[in-house]
């Protein structure tokens, strides 16, 4: 079984529209969260970060964890054709102190807006 | 705003030359990272260090090493590059708390 698997894809959506993409991971003593978007030949850029239970939200971003269901989602609200990217889950696991900020990354989804 | 450099956005070697990718943080980051990044496979950890000179095992260290000598400064070296290391390698890092990693642009490598 994989550690932070994503909804496979390919996800496509017209503009407007809302986006989710989910993220299920297997350590339940998981501490921290983080979803990157990542454009074509480009690097991971961070969008959010989560580390407690519930909602957080930023503009049209908002991330949500559910600890209990070992679950973590990014909803794109009125999604835009520039929201076109792969998106990556991250997950810092729990290794009992010493995982040096080390995280374990989920396949990506990718994600197409069109117009 | 966190910086991270890398050396080259482009790199070309031939098969068993000794490859040096340099990565630079100017945000006194503890730890540091460097992964590859396939396509299908996803970004996979190579190696890591939380402090200079101190280095850890990542998933797939076989063919690789790595120097940190000093804190903003991490290396990765391929002591006789393959044609299977033909890949992005990405370069990241962050504080020990809060744990957020920072990319820098990746070096595409080709092995000849």
């Known amino acids: 079984q994989k550690e932070v698997e994503q909804n496979s894809g390919p996800l496509s959506v017209p503009e407007g529209a809302i986006a989710s993409l989910n993220c299920t991971y297997s350590?339940?003593?998981?501490?921290?969260f983080f979803w990157y978007r990542q454009y074509s030949g480009k690097s991971p850029e961070l969008i959010m970060s989560?580390?407690?239970?519930g909602d957080k939200e930023d503009g049209r971003f908002t991330a949500q964890l559910n600890k209990a269901s070992q679950y973590v989602s990014l909803l794109i609200r009125d999604s835009q054709p520039s929201d076109s990217a792969t998106y990556l889950c991250a997950v810092k696991m729990d290794a009992g102190g010493t995982s040096y900020g080390k995280l374990t990354f989920g396949q990506g989804t990718i994600l197409t807006v069109h117009p | 705003d966190v910086k991270v450099t890398q050396s080259s956005r482009y790199l070309v070697k031939r098969t068993g030359e000794k490859v040096f990718l340099e990565c630079v943080q100017d945000?006194?980051?503890?730890?540091m990272f460097w992964y590859r990044q396939d396509p299908g496979l996803g970004l996979r950890l190579i190696y890591f260090?939380?402090?200079?000179?101190?280095?850890e095992k990542g998933d797939i260290p076989e063919g690789y090493s790595v120097s940190r000598e000093k804190k903003e400064r991490f290396s990765l070296i391929l002591e006789s590059a393959s044609t299977n290391q033909t890949s992005m390698y990405l370069c990241a890092s962050s504080l020990a708390t809060p744990d957020t990693q920072y990319f820098g642009p990746g070096t595409r490598l080709t092995v000849l």
């Open positions: 260090s939380y402090d200079v000179k101190m280095k």
């Open positions: 350590d339940r003593g998981s501490q921290s």
């Open positions: 945000m006194d980051h503890e730890n």
């Open positions: 989560i580390y407690s239970n």
